[in-house]
């Protein structure tokens, strides 16, 4: 599975869109990326995931480039109950999958 | 109605003792793992099981043991438990389906504190 890399920390206003980077410059062609996020003391919780095309659901819109190299995360209107740890991860979607969790970013939503 | 359930929440034991974390999914799914989480909060896979087969076996000590008796259940037994044991164990499913599984369903976790 390709290596990711997020910025270790970032904040952002209660209210505000809240976009959170991800590099996955060794992604394969057929490796999906994958968002979880892992709010204090709770089991990670998926958020959304996508293969090329931009994906939007309930909760996120997911930004991929068109090299695949890097993705953008967006919570449109970030509450503080979206303070939690974000986790970018590359994997291959056959069979059961193996997550490797890097350490993420921690996002924090101010008031 | 929780869809991934994990007992016990908290387990407090001594070194050397043996003990045992259950997991439940009432979701269908066919697809169960193990994770842990240290105290520097890497999660890491442990183990997964298909309908009841190890598939996924990580370089774990083999005092870790799952047991999957259906496939709504994997519980993991711990056996000679050392102090690099205590961490956060969290079980997941997930419906592996033919083109791919897409979401994992995490269980609570279980906070384990060897002494």
């Known amino acids: 599975d390709a290596k990711t890399t997020q910025p270790p920390s970032m904040d952002c206003a209660e209210g505000r869109a809240a976009n959170l980077p991800c590099n996955h410059s060794?992604?394969?062609?057929?490796?999906?990326v994958y968002w979880y996020r892992q709010i204090h003391s709770q089991g990670p919780q998926y958020i959304i995931h996508?293969?090329?095309n931009n994906e939007t659901n309930e909760m996120a819109s997911l930004i991929i480039t068109e090299d695949r190299k890097s993705s953008t995360l967006i919570l449109p209107h970030a509450t503080l109950r979206d303070t939690a740890v974000y986790y970018c991860?590359?994997?291959?979607?056959?069979?059961?999958?193996?997550?490797?969790f890097g350490q993420g970013t921690r996002l924090t939503i101010n008031p | 109605d929780t869809a991934v359930s994990q007992t016990p929440k908290y387990l407090v034991t001594q070194m050397g003792n043996d003990k045992s974390i259950k997991c439940e999914q009432n979701?269908?799914?066919?697809?169960m793992y193990w994770y842990k989480q240290d105290s520097k909060k890497f999660l890491k896979i442990m183990f997964s099981y298909n309908n009841k087969e190890l598939i996924i076996n990580e370089t774990v000590p083999n005092r870790f043991s799952p047991k999957s008796p259906d496939k709504a259940h994997l519980n993991l037994h711990i056996n000679s438990l050392e102090l690099g044991d205590s961490a956060v164990y969290f079980c997941?499913?997930?419906?592996?389906?033919?083109?791919?599984?897409?979401?994992?369903?995490f269980g609570p976790g279980t906070r384990l504190t060897v002494l």
């Open positions: 997941a499913s997930s419906q592996v389906l033919l083109a791919g599984t897409h979401e994992q369903f």
């Open positions: 979701l269908g799914h066919d697809t």
């Open positions: 060794t992604i394969s062609g057929n490796e999906y």
């Open positions: 996508g293969l090329k």
């Open positions: 991860i590359a994997s291959f979607p056959q069979g059961a999958q193996k997550l490797v």
